[in-house]
């Protein structure tokens, strides 16, 4: 049985949806200033930034920005849209600059330990 089409008109289905949130709100942390900060903070010289886990220097194409606790936590899932957005608008202490190798690293443990909770799995629609 396909889900009820209830949103935009009756054109997108409850999770259709919950996907153009996360989108728009991923898409509105791209403009967060301290994200910025985080990034200048581990400037060591033009082009070059230290990643906050191996302590290696990298080339900005080679680092990424990372939330130091998840958006969405691990253990406890998806819970609300306002802890959501507070967990993703956090303050430059809440961000860390890791190169891709340590990124990824750190998401794919954190997508084990989340597929290891399956209320995580499940995410509530508005």
Sequence with gaps: MKPA???CGGQWT???FSSFIKSALRSASN?????????K???TAR?????????KS???KSVRVDHIEPVVDT???FRTWDEYIERMFVERDGFQLL?????????????????ANKSCIIMPVL
């Design 58 to 60: 990298h080339p900005s």
């Design 99 to 115: 190169c891709m190798e340590c990124h990824d690293g750190k998401s794919n443990a954190e997508r084990i330990e989340r597929k």
């Design 14 to 16: 409850p999770a259709r």
């Design 47 to 55: 082009n070059t930034y230290t990643c906050a886990g191996c302590k």
């Design 75 to 77: 253990k406890r899932g």
């Design 31 to 39: 403009r967060w200033q301290p994200k910025y900060q985080c990034k």
């Design 41 to 43: 903070d581990a400037r």
């Design 5 to 7: 089409k209830t949103r």
